[in-house]
């Protein structure tokens, strides 16, 4: 658009209003449940996947470290329960109705219509499963369909290449590298960002609903066809 000026300027947007803040209880999916972060209900679940069972290297590029003592980790969940941005989530398995893992909403802005996922930390058997990648799509279809944002974001340091790479194969497009955003451990980091919109959403929707389908998986519940295959609908 070219305003008085004859300068270029972005398309009015049309009854513009304030998004919403996320308000959840429980989402539910074919092979897995996100629900709000609860102490009483998932502390004792989450504690293998924070404690000192879980694998060290999870927290290298979290601000936080593995904790060894169950009393510390149980006051730092009770902050995270608290937390509205960060908005923190248990991810369930269906199958035992354990809380194997969390996620985030953080950076929410709602006069902007944005919010970011992070804070990402899976147990070994959340990893790299059908169950992970379901949880993510219901978070992003919230997100998309029930608050009706403009932007979902993704950011990571830009030495965690499975971050990345997660980011990549969850539809994300890359943005580019803000360096020396933020000091944390002690140490520098260079954050790269990542995005969808909703111009995107339909066609990245498609991906996940024909990935998850059940007979995109075995016996074994193993893939048939991954992820990137269904990246010709975008």
Known sequence: MINQYNQTIGDTLINYTTG??????????????????????????????FGPQSNAKDFTYLP?????????????????????DPYYFAVIDKKTEAAIGI????????????????????SEKLKQTRMA???????MNYVFEQL?????????DSHNSPS????IRLGFTFEGTLRNAV????????????????EEWFAVKQMFT????????DDEGAQIASLKSFFSLI
Not at 23 to 39: A, F, H, M, P, R
Request: charged residues 25%; glycine residues 2%; hydrophobic residues 35%.
């Open 20 to 49: 919403k803040l996320p308000n959840v209880d429980q989402i539910k999916g074919q092979y897995s449940t996100i629900e709000k972060l609860s102490c009483k209900k998932h502390g004792k679940d989450l504690y293998n996947v």
């Open 64 to 84: 936080i470290n593995q904790f060894d003592n169950y009393n510390d980790y149980m006051v730092c969940l009770k902050e995270f329960e608290m937390s509205t």
């Open 103 to 122: 996620f985030s909403f953080l950076n929410i802005d709602p006069n902007n219509r944005s919010i970011e996922m992070g804070w990402v930390l899976y």
């Open 133 to 139: 990648t379901e949880a993510q799509f219901l978070a």
């Open 148 to 156: 009706e944002y403009r932007r979902y974001q993704w950011k990571c």
């Open 164 to 167: 990345y790479r997660a980011a």
């Open 183 to 198: 000091v944390y451990k002690n140490r520098s980091r260079d954050s790269q960002f990542f995005s969808i919109i909703p």
């Open 210 to 217: 024909k990935w998850l389908d059940s007979k995109n998986f």
